[in-house]
């Protein structure tokens, strides 16, 4: 029987790292203060829809398929980097919860080397990762935008996977805007382990991302009489955001590919609290 972490997977890490970063965001978000800026926490619902490129896919009527995804995403901004500078690099933890209620996958019920069967599922998605953002303030302050560089893993539950769970694990380096209407938004490259195409072509996969995200309520600005105050980008914190996403995975190689992309809005949690508190003069 198989276990259902493999010792040596190349993944298992991943599985780890998702379990250590997972508790140190719930411990996070029950410590800290609904209005801390140290830790964002999104509710997200989305609309999706995949193209899953295989020839398995294609002749099952699989290639195409639509679905709805509802999630929880959190970033913890664990400790800044000790040097004098009005922006500083930082260490951050993220954690991510979602159900996706129709996926494609290749299973491989007896391990590498057996048979794989492309089938579609609702999915149970968990992932967590560390990470370093450097805000790009350190070159020009009026930049509103960082670079991070964030190592994710996790596991997916999905149907008729018998003991195994599916593993992710990715190496990810991009660009994420830190303010104004579309604070959030993001494009970046991955490179890791993702067992969702199957073992025999889970390894070295590359994937590209692109997130749009816009404010759809208010974002708080410093009133315009404050003393200090100076013009630049709007501070995150807009409780209700749109946003758009497209999602390349691929290995270069004959196996399966996917192309996904998501419409959706995104309610931040702690904005909407500090929101309640203010209005009730708490």
């Known amino acids: 029987m198989r276990s259902s972490i493999p010792a040596r997977s190349p993944a298992a890490r991943g599985v780890a790292l998702a379990a250590l970063a997972g508790t140190l965001c719930v411990l996070a978000a029950g410590t800290a203060h609904a209005r801390d800026d140290r830790v964002a926490l999104d509710f997200r619902v989305s609309r999706t829809a995949e193209r899953f490129q295989s020839h398995a896919a294609d002749s099952l009527g699989l290639s195409v398929t639509f679905g709805y995804v509802a999630g929880v995403h959190m970033d913890f901004h664990v400790m800044d980097v000790p040097m004098k500078a009005p922006q500083r690099p930082a260490l951050h933890v993220y954690g991510t919860a979602l159900y996706n209620t129709d996926r494609v996958f290749v299973s491989a019920p007896g391990g590498p080397g057996g048979p794989e069967f492309t089938m579609r599922s609702p999915m149970l998605e968990v992932y967590g990762g560390i990470g370093f953002a450097v805000p790009m303030g350190v070159v020009d302050q009026t930049t509103g935008a960082q670079f991070t560089l964030r190592y994710d893993g996790g596991v997916v539950i999905a149907a008729d996977t018998g003991e195994n769970f599916i593993q992710v694990s ?82 270069g190689r004959p196996g399966p590919d996917s192309l996904a992309g998501q419409f959706g809005f995104a309610f931040d949690v702690g904005a909407l609290l500090g929101g309640f508190a203010r209005a009730f003069g708490s």
């Open 170 to 251: 990715k190496l990810n380096a991009g660009f994420e805007r830190t303010g104004g209407v579309f604070h959030g938004s993001a494009i970046e490259v991955g490179y890791g382990h993702d067992e969702r195409f199957g073992p025999t072509w889970a390894p070295k996969r590359w994937s590209a991302r692109m997130k749009l995200f816009t404010a759809l309520s208010h974002v708080p600005a410093a009133p315009s009489g404050a003393a200090g105050a100076k013009p630049g980008p709007a501070p995150a914190g807009a409780p209700l955001r749109a946003f758009v996403t497209l999602d390349l995975d691929t290995d």
